[in-house]
């Protein structure tokens, strides 16, 4: 049985929430992350992201700057980066080592790949929509990589809101 709610307390209901970090590089080669929520596959012929960033990221200048970045999926061990992704500002700075995270050489774009994630997917800038107050960016995918460890668990949000305040995983 349904009740009626607000969009708020409705929206309290849709987790847990995939995670995904988006990296790219600034014209110095300062790697910068985000940790991004709304994220899915708009296409698997060719395959595509559509991914939600917020107006005032760093993230979307350098997206729309680039034409270019990586969907990486955190693995549990991450939390604590993928939070401090999340709710820090890359404008002034410098989150790719701040993170702590290690990072290799992609394939076919010039943004670089998580060493430790449980996926990476290189992915050039398709289209960018607005259908409200966010913009969505559409990114075919050009190359993608796993992790050789099968056992790594994927980071998800079992919170509620854009801070990440129960990060967890799936056993």
Known sequence: MQKPATIEEAWERKYPEQVVL???KNAEGRINLMAIGWVCVVSDEPPMFLVGIDDHAYTLELIRRNR??????????????TLYAGTTHGHHEDKGTKSGL?????QTVNVPLLADAVANFE?????EYRPGNCPL???????????????????VNLGKGYLFEKINYFN
């Open 22 to 24: 988006a990296i790219t």
């Open 68 to 81: 270019e970045f990586v969907i990486a999926y955190p693995s549990s061990a991450m939390a604590k980066e």
């Open 102 to 106: 290690k990072f290799v050489s992609a």
């Open 123 to 127: 992915c050039r800038l398709v289209t």
């Open 137 to 155: 960016l559409v990114g075919e995918v050009l190359a993608s990589h796993v992790n050789a460890d099968q056992s790594i668990k994927r980071l």
